[in-house]
């Protein structure tokens, strides 16, 4: 019965917090981005006009063409259709976002719960010096220097940003555990003798939620900027790989006469990593924080 | 207590630091598949000097050896001989880093000043259609990639309208200054040379803007929603309530409280900078320190590779050091310790 | 023979937000003489703090905005005035202590500073360097602040609340104000200190011949320092009477709930609260604000705002049980 309650009261929260969060037009419109570019990515070999594009294809009869009715976006120097290439792209940026958060957001957080907990002790101090070094390095440097010295491919790409991302999640969490950590309720738990995992786990880490929440929309975008800039450099996905960053790179060569084939796949990224911008925004307005 | 304990603090701080990193990056380098000394050397290139020359670079010696030799030598200045490039790393350095770093600092000051003046401005009209622009603006240079921009200003203003240079650092007709630092246009200054020193300054204008526009949209951001939250706050109102005139409270009450986290970012966003660098150096031929950087990592130069990110790591730990002592000067609060009283 | 120092005429003050319109202030009348120490009295929310902000023109001006009306300090109303001319009643002529002594004072200047800037600028003559650092440290002594030369360079962050408290009150009295607003000055204090604090600003207004308006939610402090006292409910003042007066005999059902919601020492009985919320703003009742929550409520208290009628020289009502045509 107790648990009934609860839950119908999670389920109104969850209800409250949705109707003031479509209230807000910036959020509402990210979502909607987000939505469009995730349902592409997912049905991409279906709603793409030339799916085969996206891998080994070559048609020189229809090279370099200018935006048509055939091809919305053009095609690039190979006669592939930019715009099925680009829903494939998407795939590859969002699975990028994707990965590397689920890599780093558990292993993050724990720490840093852990962390902010025992803060003072030897604990705190191990894993927020090993965060530091890790912080210390300007973010991408890490990520180039892990890339290059492995054979450049998405995933080792992902593994490069996940490696670096990590601290992040450490630091946020480890401010707000350890400033909840001399809050009443637990203080109470500790009184009764609850464990440390139920403390960190049941009563610590479901106030931080929100903060992470709105981490993870806004990373989302980040994660897919810099994984762009990679795939720019070489770095990342490797030809014939549709991934939108490798796009711009070789359209690049063809500016100001060919613009179609980079500045399609740039505006790709950019409302990609808009909409994530945009509902992180939200979230942030929606839970009054401050310091994600 | 203060400045000089904060700094000792935080000096001891990133010496570990810098340890700590310069053993991962050390770990990264050494421990990768392929052997670097053949993709220098080329295929055809005999065993035996492929031998010989992993003798000299101590490869063959266990781990903890190549640290201790690279370390020793590091601290000396000598960071080893470049692959590719065949000359000692050092030399490289002092070539291309100057350049790199002329170029963040330019671009730096860029997005620091507009940022907080866009964000400034926006905060004070807060939903006026001057607001309302400047927030869109920094949508569109927060999720822009620093490479399209640059492409973008490249193709504009070096194409189309053709009204900025776009390679390299000084137009062929200039009389080149002397190299005093390396940064030409701080040597154009200071040798006096003028014509050098605007010529320099145009070539960084297009490079430096494309770098700037992410972090000055960032700060815009911070510093209108920070403008906008301390307007309203009542330390503003009892200033203004007390007969202090307007002026006086938005130039020096308003303004000192609203920069806090903007700066405090500052270090993030250069850092950002850095990184982003390579992207914009490659675009318009800059012969900087992260192109250099790049090529490094994509020949598998591993002496070159682990100078470069060390060597980022120091710059990017002296910027953080310098924007944590401006927010404490700035924050009395923080200098101060723990808050005393309710 | 006193005269009016401040005449608050029909104010009518609404804020623009996201969900609509609200409507605060709806026709607060109120007069302060010289020399007379008026009590403000009424729930959170009322729009105490509101009227308040809008004598000194502060108040925020994009959600906010004064409708109507007229606020007369002198004999000449502020509403209409300039910038310049406001600055100069500002300081030497209305000074505030605000609620929170904490958010009152910028964080990332001294003591020091602010307090000089406010007597540099609030004063009515102007002072050298020298003499306004001697009325700054003046100012802090009077206050009983130990050291204070010391305070005079210390940061906010560096006081207790109650020296943060202190340093508000010395920063209203600096100017010499002819009136003195006080916003709840103790309720963010412990008890022991509110009583100091509260014994202090008595005395310093007592010396000084400040007027002064005391906002509070506390019957009991009224009590201590005030000489006339106005009820405020839901944006509008409802009654208004020499402080003896109203506590023996209160007339409007409100004023009258309010004091059988104090626990009595004497007499016995337990404390009764008033049944109902204050109105939302959004969509306040009509006529009388208070008439949804009233137990003496008549058929044409929805209909019209009752008018203020005199009982008696020490005594406002605004309800029309005392007088005032109801619409019936």
């Given at each position: 019965?107790?648990?009934?309650?609860?839950?119908?009261?999670?389920?109104?929260?969850?209800?409250?917090?949705?109707?003031?969060?479509?209230?807000?037009?910036?959020?509402?419109?990210?979502?909607?981005?987000?939505?469009?570019?995730?349902?592409?990515?997912?049905?991409?070999?279906?709603?793409?006009?030339?799916?085969?594009?996206?891998?080994?294809?070559?048609?020189?009869?229809?090279?370099?063409?200018?935006?048509?009715?055939?091809?919305?976006?053009?095609?690039?120097?190979?006669?592939?259709?930019?715009?099925?290439?680009?829903?494939?792209?998407?795939?590859?940026?969002?699975?990028?976002?994707?990965?590397?958060?689920?890599?780093?957001?558990?292993?993050?957080?724990?720490?840093?719960?852990?962390?902010?907990?025992?803060?003072?002790?030897?604990?705190?101090?191990?894993?927020?010096?090993?965060?530091?070094?890790?912080?210390?390095?300007?973010?991408?440097?890490?990520?180039?220097?892990?890339?290059?010295?492995?054979?450049?491919?998405?995933?080792?790409?992902?593994?490069?940003?996940?490696?670096?991302w990590w601290p992040w999640y450490t630091r946020l969490v480890y401010g707000l555990s350890s400033s909840l950590r001399n809050e009443f309720f637990v203080q109470a738990a500790e009184v009764t003798g609850a464990s440390r995992s139920h403390i960190l786990f049941r009563e610590i880490l479901p106030n931080c939620v929100s903060s992470i929440f709105t981490k993870m929309s806004l990373d989302m975008g980040w994660v897919i900027l810099i994984g762009s800039a990679l795939s720019f450099v070489g770095l990342g996905a490797q030809p014939p790989t549709p991934d939108l960053g490798t796009m711009v790179a070789d359209g690049a060569k063809y500016l100001p006469d060919q613009w179609w084939i980079a500045i399609f796949p740039a505006l790709a990224i950019m409302i990609t990593v808009l909409g994530f911008n945009l509902i992180g925004d939200g979230f942030r307005d929606l839970f009054a924080l401050e310091d994600v | 207590m203060s400045i000089l304990k904060f700094l000792g603090k935080r000096l001891a701080l990133s010496i570990f630091v810098l340890f700590g990193l310069s053993v991962l990056i050390f770990m990264i380098a050494r421990v990768l598949p392929g052997d670097p000394v053949r993709m220098a050397l080329g295929s055809r290139a005999p065993q035996w000097a492929v031998d010989n020359m992993r003798e000299q670079m101590h490869l063959n010696d266990p781990l903890y050896a190549q640290y201790y030799y690279w370390l020793?030598?590091?601290?000396?200045?000598?960071?080893?001989?470049?692959?590719?490039?065949?000359?000692?790393?050092?030399?490289?350095?002092?070539?291309?880093?100057?350049?790199?770093?002329?170029?963040?600092?330019?671009?730096?000051?860029?997005?620091?000043?507009?940022?907080?003046?866009?964000?400034?401005?926006?905060?004070?009209?807060?939903?006026?259609?001057?607001?309302?622009?400047?927030?869109?603006?920094?949508?569109?240079?927060?999720?822009?990639?620093?490479?399209?921009?640059?492409?973008?200003?490249?193709?504009?203003?070096?194409?189309?309208?053709?009204?900025?240079?776009?390679?390299?650092?000084?137009?062929?007709?200039?009389?080149?200054?002397?190299?005093?630092?390396?940064?030409?246009?701080?040597?154009?200054?200071?040798?006096?040379?003028?014509?050098?020193?605007?010529?320099?300054?145009?070539?960084?204008?297009?490079?430096?803007?494309?770098?700037?526009?992410?972090?000055?949209?960032?700060?815009?951001?911070?510093?209108?929603?920070?403008?906008?939250?301390?307007?309203?706050?009542?330390?503003?109102?009892?200033?203004?309530?007390?007969?202090?005139?307007?002026r006086l409270v938005v130039l020096k009450y308003l303004l000192k409280p609203s920069l806090i986290p903007t700066v405090s970012i500052l270090g993030l966003d250069f850092a950002s900078l850095l990184a982003n660098a390579f992207l914009v150096e490659l675009i318009f031929n800059w012969p900087g320190f992260s192109r250099y950087g790049i090529n490094a990592m994509l020949n598998k130069d591993l002496n070159a590779v682990s100078a470069v990110v060390m060597i980022l790591g120091v710059v990017f730990i002296i910027v953080n050091i310098l924007v944590d002592l401006l927010v404490a000067w700035l924050d009395p609060r923080i200098r101060l310790g723990a808050e005393r009283g309710k | 023979m006193t005269e009016t120092l401040l005449s608050i005429e029909n104010l009518h003050v609404g804020f623009k937000i996201y969900e609509g319109r609200l409507s605060v202030l709806n026709g607060v009348q109120m007069t302060v003489r010289t020399g007379e120490r008026v009590g403000l009295v009424g729930e959170a929310g009322c729009g105490k703090t509101t009227s308040m902000k809008c004598v000194l023109k502060i108040l925020p001006s994009p959600p906010g905005e004064i409708t109507a009306g007229r606020i007369l300090f002198h004999g000449k109303d502020i509403l209409t005035m300039g910038t310049r001319e406001m600055q100069h009643i500002r300081g030497s002529g209305i000074s505030m202590i605000f609620q929170d002594p904490t958010a009152a004072l910028n964080p990332v200047f001294t003591i020091g500073d602010q307090l000089t800037s406010v007597i540099k600028y609030g004063s009515r003559e102007s002072l050298s360097k020298k003499e306004i650092y001697i009325r700054a440290v003046g100012a802090l002594r009077e206050v009983q602040l130990p050291d204070p030369e010391r305070i005079f360079n210390n940061y906010p962050v560096q006081l207790s609340g109650g020296m943060r408290q202190r340093v508000s009150v010395a920063m209203a009295l600096a100017t010499e104000p002819e009136l003195l607003i006080a916003d709840e000055p103790t309720t963010s204090l412990d008890v022991t200190i509110q009583d100091q604090v509260l014994r202090l600003l008595n005395g310093l207004v007592e010396q000084h011949e400040t007027s002064v308006i005391f906002i509070t939610h506390s019957l009991g402090v009224v009590r201590e320092m005030a000489d006339w006292v106005y009820v405020m409910y839901a944006g509008n003042i409802i009654e208004g009477a020499r402080k003896e007066e109203l506590f023996t005999n209160p007339l409007h059902p409100y004023t009258h709930g309010l004091m059988n919601a104090l626990p009595k020492l004497t007499g016995g009985g337990i404390a009764e609260g008033i049944p109902g919320r204050i109105p939302e703003y959004i969509d306040p009742p009509t006529g009388c604000r208070f008439h949804p929550r009233c137990p003496r409520a008549m058929e044409g208290c929805s209909k019209s705002l009752p008018p203020i009628t005199h009982t008696s020289d020490d005594h406002d009502v605004a309800c029309f049980l005392y007088g005032g045509e109801s619409s019936e």
């Open positions: 019965m107790v648990q009934n309650a609860l839950l119908e009261r999670r389920l109104e929260s969850l209800k409250k917090n949705w109707y003031k969060f479509s209230k807000n037009p910036v959020s509402v419109v990210g979502l909607f981005f987000v939505l469009a570019v995730s349902f592409v990515a997912i049905f991409a070999p279906y709603i793409s006009p030339y799916p085969m594009h996206a891998g080994r294809y070559v048609n020189f009869t229809e090279a370099s063409q200018g935006p048509s009715l055939k091809h919305l976006c053009g095609t690039d120097v190979f006669g592939r259709d930019i715009l099925s290439r680009i829903f494939f792209g998407f795939r590859y940026s969002l699975m990028m976002g994707a990965v590397v958060l689920s890599l780093v957001v558990i292993p993050g957080v724990v720490l840093g719960l852990i962390a902010g907990y025992y803060r003072g002790t030897w604990i705190d101090t191990v894993i927020m010096r090993v965060t530091d070094v890790f912080l210390a390095v300007p973010p991408l440097i890490l990520a180039l220097a892990i890339c290059s010295v492995l054979t450049p491919s998405v995933f080792h790409a992902m593994m490069a940003v996940s490696l670096m | 020793s030598g590091a601290l000396h200045g000598d960071l080893g001989q470049s692959l590719f490039t065949r000359r000692a790393v050092m030399t490289d350095v002092k070539e291309f880093l100057p350049a790199t770093m002329e170029l963040a600092i330019f671009a730096g000051i860029i997005m620091a000043v507009f940022g907080v003046l866009l964000g400034a401005v926006s905060g004070r009209y807060s939903n006026t259609w001057i607001d309302n622009s400047v927030r869109i603006f920094s949508y569109i240079g927060v999720v822009t990639p620093s490479f399209v921009f640059a492409i973008l200003f490249l193709l504009l203003f070096g194409y189309v309208l053709n009204v900025l240079p776009t390679v390299g650092r000084l137009s062929p007709w200039i009389h080149r200054p002397p190299v005093i630092t390396g940064m030409v246009s701080l040597d154009a200054i200071l040798s006096g040379n003028f014509a050098a020193f605007g010529d320099a300054i145009r070539h960084m204008i297009l490079p430096a803007v494309s770098l700037a526009l992410g972090g000055m949209a960032q700060e815009a951001r911070i510093t209108r929603s920070t403008i906008s939250d301390n307007l309203r706050k009542d330390y503003i109102a009892s200033a203004k309530g007390f007969g202090v005139p307007e | -």
